[in-house]
């Protein structure tokens, strides 16, 4: 069983920045890490992920170019770097976690709120 514990998101302008990170209770280094969001009255939706293999990354493209995930094997972490934020960001963000030979996500963070305001 993994534990995902987020840090706390918060308020932020539109345009400006903030870094999540995610720290898992075991070992990270063959798990795909990956974050999630879900805006009210909207399904949680993939944001970004990053392969435990060789650090491969992925973006959904309303993201693509402003954000960036990024891990630290040594420290069992996982960040989500957020530029250029818009009101269309805000939603509840999830740190999720897969086992190398799983196909779904099978571990998930309690969840942290960001806001973007103007």
């Known amino acids: 069983q993994v534990q995902l514990v987020e840090s706390r998101g918060g308020l932020v302008q539109v345009g400006g920045s903030l870094r999540l990170s995610c720290v898992a209770s075991t070992r990270t280094s063959l798990y795909n890490l990956g974050w999630f969001r879900q805006a009210p009255g909207k399904e949680r939706e993939f944001v970004a992920g990053?392969?435990?293999?060789?650090?491969?990354?992925s973006y959904s493209d309303s993201v693509k170019g402003r954000f960036t995930i990024s891990r630290d094997n040594a420290k069992n972490t996982v960040y989500l770097e957020m530029n250029s934020l818009k009101f269309e960001d805000t939603a509840v963000y999830y740190c999720?976690?897969?086992?190398?030979?799983?196909?779904?996500?099978?571990?998930w963070g309690q969840g942290t709120q960001v806001t973007v305001s103007s």
């Open positions: 990053i392969t435990w293999r060789d650090g491969s990354t």
């Open positions: 999720a976690a897969k086992w190398l030979r799983s196909s779904t996500y099978d571990y």
